[in-house]
C-alpha cells in the first residue's frame, strides 16, 4: 500500500514542463480523434465569431483568460476532490473513478449531438483523465496548468496560420504569450506552495 502514497521528490521545472505539454498534446489529441472518428448529426458551418468584435486582437486574449480559469479551477476542484474523497488513491477506487467518469463526460457533453458520440468521445476522455490522475497528476499538481495551457494553446494554431480576419494573427499571438505567462506564473505558485508544505 506504501507505493500508492504520494512522493516526497518532486520533479524538476523542464521534467514538469515536457511532461505536462505531452499529457495536454494527448488529451486534445484524444479528443479531437474521438470527435473526428464519431458520427455527427450536425452540419459543418464555419465560425464568424471574431469578425463582429470591435478590436478582434485582444477578443482572444481576454477569452482565453477566462477559459484559462474556468478550466483550471474546473480540473483542480475536480483532481484534489477526487484525491481527497479516495484518501491519496488508497480508499473508495470504484466509486471515485465512477464519479470522475460521470463528470468528465458532463463536462464534454455540452457540444455533442447523439449519445453514440457522447459514449464514444465523453468515455474516451474520462478514461484518459482517469490514468493521468492515477499516474501523474495526483503526485504531481503542478502538472494541471501546463496541461491546460497546451490544449488552449492549440486553438491559436489555426488563426496564426490562416489569419481568417484582420487582427486574428496578432490576437492569436497575444494570447499565445498570455497563456505562457498565466501557466508559468501558476507553476510556480504551486510548487512553491508544495515546497512550503513540504517543510511543515
Keep these: 500500500m506504501q507505493n500508492w ?9 523542464s521534467k514538469t514542463g515536457l511532461l505536462g505539454i505531452a499529457i495536454g498534446l494527448a488529451a486534445a489529441g484524444l479528443t479531437t480523434c474521438l470527435t473526428k472518428l464519431s458520427p455527427s448529426l450536425a452540419p459543418f458551418w464555419p465560425g464568424f465569431s471574431g469578425v463582429s468584435t470591435y478590436f478582434p486582437f485582444l477578443a482572444s486574449p481576454i477569452a482565453v483568460i477566462s477559459r484559462y480559469f474556468a478550466m483550471m479551477v474546473t480540473l483542480a476542484l475536480t483532481i484534489v476532490g477526487l484525491d481527497y474523497f479516495t484518501a491519496s488513491w488508497l480508499r473508495r477506487r470504484v466509486l471515485g473513478s465512477i464519479g470522475l467518469v460521470v463528470l468528465v463526460v458532463a463536462m464534454v457533453s455540452s457540444g455533442i449531438d447523439s449519445f453514440a458520440k457522447l459514449g464514444w468521445v465523453g468515455g474516451g476522455t474520462a478514461l484518459f483523465c ?13 502538472l494541471l496548468p501546463i496541461i491546460v495551457g ?16 484582420p487582427g486574428a494573427r496578432p490576437g492569436a ?24 508544505i513540504s517543510t511543515v
Design 130 to 142: 482517469l490514468a493521468a490522475y492515477i499516474l501523474a497528476l495526483r503526485f504531481h499538481l503542478s
Design 173 to 196: 499571438v497575444l494570447a499565445l504569450l498570455v497563456l505562457i505567462l498565466l501557466t508559468c506564473y501558476i507553476v510556480q505558485g504551486i510548487r512553491y506552495q508544495e515546497k512550503e
Design 150 to 165: 497546451t490544449i488552449l494553446s492549440l486553438d491559436q494554431v489555426q488563426p496564426i496560420m490562416f489569419a481568417p480576419y
Design 5 to 13: 502514497k504520494q512522493p516526497q521528490a518532486s520533479l524538476s521545472n
